[in-house]
């Protein structure tokens, strides 16, 4: 039979009468009444769980067998539902006054049509205020057809308990133990049934019927304490539920099966009898010794000893308020799992060994501990996290909304001096920062890194999960491939790329009736605009969206974006040091009809989409974003973006994934977000806006976040307080300067330094001379760029082998005399979290100071002032230089809006002017603008000064000859 499912809302949506019991059908429902026997003045109890619902509801109700009924004196069993809805309702309140717009739900699944057992909760809902669901099942239905819908109400995140009312036969172990724990109000999975043998219910929950049965028993005339009970049909959970729950009052339970021989004289020796299951087992009266009670659980057909069911009350009704009670126990458990939870780090032990192995080497020695672990670990929920195998998960945005309310944590940005051509060791300091700020100082802290890229790991530089042992961990998959969010932007971009020529070729080669035709296709006789589509209408001011009622002229519009393959910016891009691909011709295919252009490649972290990925906050912002990047202009001058070209929605789908930032860990255990790697040039070369906030909230209000920006502060940290923290609204505390005696020395007068070589002498023998003259000038000049912003500065002197103590002397005590908070050498290389104790104390020291942060300048500035301000007040020029075609694009801008964008300067890292080779600080230069571009989805406009290239080349001996794999183990060699 088909599977068939009714959902509905019961408190809503009506429900059908209740069906009369059919003779020889199953019942499983519940009673909604009680009944006595009143066969002697010690009347017997005898409460029955049936599913016939009819006549008045009554306090308490008199019964014989074949006599008039008696009327008894005594509480209403109406008084203890009453009671335990009351209770219920309490909770609700509490639960609500904190959370609003929760509203409890339960599931119920069934077999069959029988509405009976749903009118009873339905009823109780309605008093608590809880909302219900019914899935109604075929009666044969299989137990594939149960868990398909039993694992969707685990995923619904507004179902907050699920009621399995099948027969027996459907309730097998594997249906039972598909049900969430968490969900499973009425206690019968495996993991339920053990929390309460165990004796631990903070997170299971007694079965409904159980805790009905024992408020019975209690309501008993005589102490729990020493009462024997006789359960008949016990095998089930409810059995065992009951059999503890009795245990744990001090009463002696004994068990029969429905069919023993012996039922007669053990029913004559006990106080209390419990019928469990649905069959029909017969208790005479007589059997019963006086003041004995009868709790039947299963059906209620007692025809043949003629009773009558005009008036019951009690176990049916009862059963479902403690049902309720635990959907509202159920929701008040999730609300509390999605406070903000206290960290549970643990660190992982590091053994250094001097000399200090290769870095691969040392990532390889540890072992990681297993993602789902640390996401434990610093409070994240199992569906908040989508793992990548056992070291890596991605994380889910949802988490941002559960913790909205979490005050954030310190935020700590790592920038640089002006590096020499090998780099200064920004991302290790970032991870030794925070391995001593949570190994050692025991503060929870979060590492968020930049994606690297694979050009860089197989040119010249190598990896960039740190080095020594301040790694992330495994830093193969860092370094390689990772979560594939560069293969997901390089996919993407180059979709953009094939649209754009694809509807230059088309436009070119076809009428506006058959672009028309195809751009709008009948489909089963019927032509419809996408939404897409539809967008692009409303943007030419056009209302109409049957297709056949354009005009002629508003058909041309729309069809016709007239792209000028001359003034077409967007380039595609791969994540490979290609050089060839700095200009090619595309085109040159005979299919291609002559439609032949130069163009270029990129690599891949240059593309605009990593910019936008880099600065969004979700992913209604990142569709925005996609949706508005500028690709070309038409040939009358107006922009043409990729939702004119249709692609935008397709963009969204590409990234969806990579919009997740990516969990890791260092080799001491401390959590490590690693998410976006924009180009440090013509971006703004910061890691994601999404990982620190994130991550702030995850650290709490005590903890610390520590980012990197890419290059020197003359760039990297520019760009992050003008670029990234106007995106994000977040504010720094603290910015770590990291400089290198190699690095000042260089900038004091020493000779170039280049990847590949080996260092001269003055690099590797002490030279005070060397150091101070670099310390006054390039040194000196970062802090105070820093200060530009209002923020606190430490400067990290990362020590090399080679430093002599008195340079590393001289170094903090010269940053010390510019205008650092402190300046601390770092040994986290050869030592890891240890090694940077210091520095962690310093930052959390610097940050208990005010920070006063204030951007450079004002969006509203002009796009010249903006410019001419920082290339004066960061740079040092005299002044700037506009070439004609820069000026052209600042008016063209101006014209189309774009003026209140921030700047995002493409210059060298080399150096604070536009000449690589001027080292230190230069003075007296002015700064030339050879051109403008703007990143119109990404949200800045970035000058061209000087020469920028945005493909690298491989050098002459790259670093692929180093890397290897070994066929047997898998083990990757040659990575650093």
């Known amino acids: 039979m088909r599977l068939s499912t009714l959902r509905n809302a019961c408190r809503n949506v009506p429900i059908p009468s209740v069906h009369q019991p059919r003779t020889g059908v199953k019942v499983f429902g519940l009673a909604k009444r009680s009944l006595r026997l009143g066969h002697s003045s010690n009347s017997q109890l005898l409460f029955r769980a049936a599913s016939s619902i009819s006549g008045p509801t009554s306090a308490e109700a008199a019964l014989t067998f074949g006599k008039q009924p008696k009327k008894t004196d005594g509480p209403g069993y109406e008084n203890t539902i009453r009671e335990n809805v009351r209770r219920t309702k309490e909770e609700m309140v509490a639960l609500q006054r904190g959370h609003p717009a929760l509203k409890p739900m339960l599931a119920i699944i069934q077999a069959d049509e029988d509405d009976s057992l749903l009118e009873i909760n339905k009823k109780m809902a309605g008093k608590i205020g809880l909302n219900m669901t019914q899935i109604c099942l075929p009666r044969e ?106 245990q744990r009052r001090g009463m002696v339970v004994l068990n029969s099966q429905r069919s023993s021989e012996g039922l007669q004289k053990l029913v004559m020796q006990v106080d209390a009898v419990i019928l469990l299951g649905a ?14 009670a009868v709790i039947h659980c299963g059906s209620a057909l007692m025809t043949d000893q003629g009773v009558e069911m005009s008036s019951l ?19 008040s458990r999730w609300a509390q799992e999605q406070q903000y939870r206290p960290w549970t780090l643990r660190s992982l032990k ?7 192995p290769s870095d691969i080497e040392i990532s390889r020695a540890q072992a990681p501990k297993p993602v789902d672990q640390l996401a434990q670990e610093i409070g994240l929920l199992k569906e908040e996290t989508e793992a990548y195998g056992r070291t890596k998960a991605k994380v889910r945005l949802s988490l941002l909304d559960r913790l909205r309310e979490q005050p954030d944590g310190k935020y700590v940005l790592v920038a640089g001096i002006t590096p020499t051509p090998l780099g200064e060791g920004k991302s290790t300091v970032v991870i030794g920062l925070v391995q001593a700020l949570s190994a050692h100082l025991k503060l929870n802290s979060f590492a968020c890194l930049r994606q690297p890229s694979q050009g860089p790991t197989f040119g010249v530089k190598g990896g960039a999960a740190g080095g020594g042992y301040a790694q992330v961990i495994p830093m193969e998959e860092f370094n390689l491939h990772l979560t594939g969010d560069i293969h997901a932007i390089t996919a993407a971009n180059n979709l953009v790329a094939a649209a754009i020529d694809a509807r230059i070729l088309h436009e070119a080669t076809q009428t506006d009736k058959a672009l028309y035709s195809r751009l709008v296709p009948s489909v089963n006789g019927v032509r419809r605009f996408s939404p897409i589509q539809i967008a692009r209408l409303r943007r030419l001011g056009i209302s109409e969206i049957d297709p056949s009622a354009l005009t002629p002229q508003e058909v041309t519009s729309f069809v016709r974006l007239d792209l000028d393959p001359a003034k077409v910016t967007w380039q595609r891009v791969v994540d490979t040091n290609d050089r060839f691909l700095r200009k090619i011709t595309v085109g040159q295919a005979s299919t291609e009809k002559g439609h032949v252009r130069e163009t270029q490649f990129d690599i891949a972290v240059a593309s605009e989409i990593m910019a936008i990925l880099a600065l969004t906050d979700g992913l209604r912002d990142m569709k925005t ?45 401390s959590p490590v977000f690693v998410h976006a790697g924009p180009f440090a040039n013509i971006a703004h070369g910061n890691s994601s806006v999404l990982a620190d906030k994130l991550a702030l909230k995850l650290v709490g209000e005590e903890g610390f976040v520590v980012t990197e920006a890419g290059f020197g502060a003359d760039i990297g940290m520019e760009k992050f307080f003008n670029i990234k923290c106007r995106a994000s609204g977040l504010r720094p505390n603290v910015v770590v300067l990291v400089a290198t005696v190699r690095a000042l020395k260089m900038h004091g007068g020493g000779p170039n330094v280049s990847a590949g070589s080996p260092l001269p002498r003055e690099y590797i023998d002490e030279n005070m001379s060397l150091v101070a003259e670099g310390c006054s000038s390039n040194l000196r000049k970062q802090i105070q760029i820093a200060h530009l912003f209002g923020v606190p500065v430490v400067v990290a002197l990362n020590v090399f082998k ?34 940077s104790v210091e520095l962690a104390q310093a930052v959390k020291q610097a940050s208990s100071q005010p920070s006063h942060f204030q951007f450079l300048y004002s969006q509203e500035t002009p796009i010249v002032e903006k410019i001419r301000m920082i290339a004066q007040k960061v740079y040092g020029a005299d002044d700037i230089e506009l070439s004609p075609e820069a000026q052209a694009k600042i008016d063209y801008y101006n014209q189309q809006g774009y003026e209140k964008l921030p700047i995002c300067m493409a210059k060298t890292h080399l150096s604070l002017s536009h000449l690589p080779e001027k080292k230190g600080t230069p003075t007296g230069f002015t700064l ?11 949200g800045f406009i970035y000058p061209l000064v000087g020469t920028m290239s945005t493909m690298p080349g491989l050098p002459t001996r790259p670093c692929f000859y180093d890397i290897d794999l070994d066929p047997v183990t898998e083990e990757i060699t040659g990575l650093f």
């Not at 239905?141 to 099948?166: F, Q, S």
């Not at 039972?176 to 929390?195: A, C, F, W």
């Not at 590091?350 to 200090?356: I, T």
């Not at 002599?804 to 890891?832: F, Y």
């Open 625 to 669: 974003r996609l949706g508005r990047m500028v690709v070309g202009s038409s040939r009358s001058g107006q922009p043409v973006t990729a939702e004119d070209l249709g692609v935008s929605g397709a963009l969204a789908v590409l990234m969806k994934d990579a919009i997740k930032p990516t969990l890791m860990q260092t080799l001491e255990g």
């Open 802 to 835: 080679t430093d002599t103590q008195a340079e590393i002397d001289l170094v903090c005590q010269m940053a010390k005399e510019s205008g650092a908070s402190d300046a601390v050498p770092c040994h986290h290389w050869a030592r890891g979290g240890r090694g």
């Open 313 to 331: 009350s009690g176990v049916g009704p009862l059963t479902a308020a403690f049902r309720m009670q635990n959907v509202v126990r159920s929701s």
């Open 928 to 938: 030339p603008i050879r051109d403008i571009r703007a990143s119109i989805g990404a």
């Open 141 to 246: 239905c299989t137990e594939d057809e149960i868990i398909e819908e039993v694992l969707k109400l685990n995923e619904d995140p507004k179902v907050h308990g699920v009621y399995l009312h099948l027969p027996p036969v459907s309730l097998t172990s594997r249906v039972l133990n598909t049900l969430k724990p968490e969900k499973d109000v009425d206690g019968v999975s495996d993991l339920n049934v053990g929390r309460l043998v165990r004796g631990d219910m903070s997170q299971g929950f007694t079965p409904p019927l159980a805790n009905a049965v024992m408020e019975l028993l209690a309501r008993h005339d005589t102490p729990m304490a020493g009462r024997t009970v006789l359960v008949v049909g016990g095998e089930g959970p409810l059995g065992v539920a009951l059999q503890c729950l009795m």
């Open 279 to 292: 069959a029909h087992t017969d208790v005479p009266p007589t059997w019963l010794r006086p003041g004995a």
């Open 350 to 356: 590091l053994q250094p060994l001097s000399p200090v």
